[in-house]
């Protein structure tokens, strides 16, 4: 077939995207500087947003990373931020880049000893509705403590596994050769209602998985980074900031856990699917088989993984370096004691990260537009001119609705920043501060499960490389975590408007919590990743 060069360029412009994507990206790219030069620079900076997100809700289409990245790439050259604004963004977000390369790697090396584990717990809970507790609350365990992109990262790296055994025994491939579990073509019609079931089984897994994150993540100051900031500013310790969040995050992790449940009994909003029997008998006797086959050598690296994973629970909880450097001490510990050591093999374990590690940098590279051109301004300075209750309830609301478009953590620290500074002035009173600090730390934390760009974890299962095998899109996502999204957001609200200020006075009166007249820190805070 003869193709001029121009056809053969649209061709290759974003791949096999469809013709109307395409379109739309060219479309973007040429009004944006036309809206940005003559119409109004906010306003061409929130289309630059949307049309981000838009990039996102189509990563099944076509990977973020280069629709996402013409955009910045514009948006840098006719002035929407500068490079060295998206390097200051990057800079300031090296620990959660340095966990994405290596914290992720380091899990892929402890695969064994991942599938090992949760195949018991898989095959051993007959129950969906108690299994899906037990992802949840384990989730929100681990995430109350360690990173909640390590903790997904985790259950990605078992579901991979998961699908994998079970598609390539349904294929019947040559078991010496290689198998591709990513394309149906070889499974029978017969098994293929199956397969749907097991997507569908492991979506609902991964997404309570998900949302377990965010409910255990916003109970603690080391569960997500804003936590820090604001604990830092506020001059809160680790149980006072427990107590302080108690009495949002108790009604909040109560009422998922009862949502989670409701969801799975009812079978609504694309849960409820249960493990395929046949799915299981695979599972039970590739489980078999692998312990058949399991020799002392294989014992030796289960064990030696699982000393491995004892020390990423303590070094992660008892922060003893930036999480990225304890991940690369798991690849050097994990390959240096089981055998690999040749690049050849270790490049593997890098595959899954790096794509996202660029996606990140482009997300930041939108979240220096937002700066650079004042987007959120409007809203916070209309948010601070409330006062009392209603200001508490709406700082809550407002945060809620921006993490849902953006990086919580730049939301959280942005409103921690300009309370900071009314307190300085004398605005507002330290007990006021006070329960401002943990309304934007409750709002970061839980409206924005709402969309993937709102929670990092969610935005990592999204372009992970399991999200086109489960057929978990954009808008999946969004649907799964509706209720979730209803319900914590008013749980919240509710906590937000009744509970926090007669308990914390309670606490108060008590001695549970320190004098309010601690005096917080002058300087800046950083603003640092997920």
């Known amino acids: 077939m003869n193709m001029s060069l ?7 412009f974003l791949g096999k995207a469809p013709d109307w994507y395409k379109v739309t990206i060219i479309a973007f790219l040429i009004i944006n500087p036309i809206v940005f030069f003559w119409i109004d620079p906010f306003i061409a900076g929130w289309m630059l947003v949307v049309e981000f997100i838009f990039t996102l809700a189509m990563a099944l289409k076509c990977y973020p990373l280069q629709p996402g990245g013409l955009l910045a790439i514009e948006a840098i050259a006719i002035g929407m931020t500068s490079a060295e604004q998206v390097k200051h963004e990057l800079a300031n977000n090296l620990e959660v880049l340095l966990l994405l390369v290596f914290m992720v790697a380091g899990i892929y090396f402890m695969k064994q000893l991942l599938l090992f584990v949760f195949t018991k717990i898989l095959l051993g809970v007959r129950s969906k509705i108690l299994l899906s507790i037990a992802f949840c609350v384990t ?5 109350a403590f360690l990173d909640a992109l390590t903790v997904i990262a985790v259950i990605i790296s078992v579901a991979i596994g998961f699908y994998a055994i079970y598609h390539k025994v349904v294929s019947s491939p040559d078991s010496t050769a290689f198998h591709d579990h990513t394309t149906d073509a070889h499974i029978p019609e017969i098994t293929r209602n199956d397969l749907e079931d097991y997507r569908a089984f492991l979506r609902s897994l991964l997404m309570h998985a998900g949302v377990g994150t965010a409910l255990g993540g916003v109970m603690t100051m080391v569960g997500e980074p804003q936590n820090l900031i604001i604990a830092d500013q506020a001059g809160w310790g680790f149980g006072e900031f427990i107590l302080r969040m108690a009495p949002i995050t108790l009604p ?3 009422c998922g856990l009862l949502t989670c449940i409701f969801v799975e009994k009812f079978k609504l909003f694309g849960y409820g699917a249960k493990l395929p029997e046949n799915v299981r008998k695979i599972l039970i006797e590739y489980e078999h088989e692998q312990q058949k086959k399991r020799t002392k050598q294989d014992v030796a690296k289960l064990y030696v993984q699982a000393l491995i994973a004892v020390w990423l629970i303590i070094g992660l909880a008892g922060h003893f370096a930036a999480v990225g450097l304890i991940g690369l001490s798991v690849i050097i510990l994990a390959t240096a004691f089981t055998g690999i050591t040749e690049e050849h093999a270790m490049g593997k374990a890098f595959e899954e990260a790096l794509p996202f590690t660029a996606l990140l940098a482009v997300f ?11 987007l959120f301004k409007p809203i916070i300075e209309t948010v601070l001119e409330l006062e009392g209750g209603q200001q508490i309830t709406m700082f809550y609301l407002a945060n809620g609705i921006l993490s849902m478009v953006s990086d919580n953590v730049f939301v959280g620290t942005v409103y921690i920043n300009e309370v900071k500074a009314a307190l300085l002035d004398g605005t507002i009173t330290r007990d006021q501060f006070d329960l401002l600090a943990v309304a934007i730390n409750t709002g970061t934390n839980l409206p924005s499960v709402a969309t993937p760009n709102g ?3 969610f935005l990592f299962l999204l372009t992970s490389a399991l999200a086109p095998l489960i057929r978990l899109s954009y808008g999946k996502m969004v649907l799964m975590a509706l ?7 008013l749980v919240g609200y509710f906590g937000i408007h009744f509970l926090l200020e007669p308990m914390t006075a309670y606490f108060h009166s008590v001695g549970w919590l320190t004098s309010s007249t601690i005096e917080i820190a002058t300087q800046g805070s950083p603003i640092i990743g997920h």
Request: glycine letters at 2%.
């Open 139 to 143: 989730a929100a365990f681990l995430s």
């Open 6 to 12: 121009g056809n053969a360029l649209i061709k290759n």
């Open 455 to 457: 929670q990092a974890a």
């Open 252 to 254: 909040v992790f109560f």
């Open 483 to 489: 209720p979730y999204t209803i319900i914590l957001t």
């Open 364 to 374: 930041f590279a939108i979240v220096a537009v937002i700066i650079d051109q004042h």
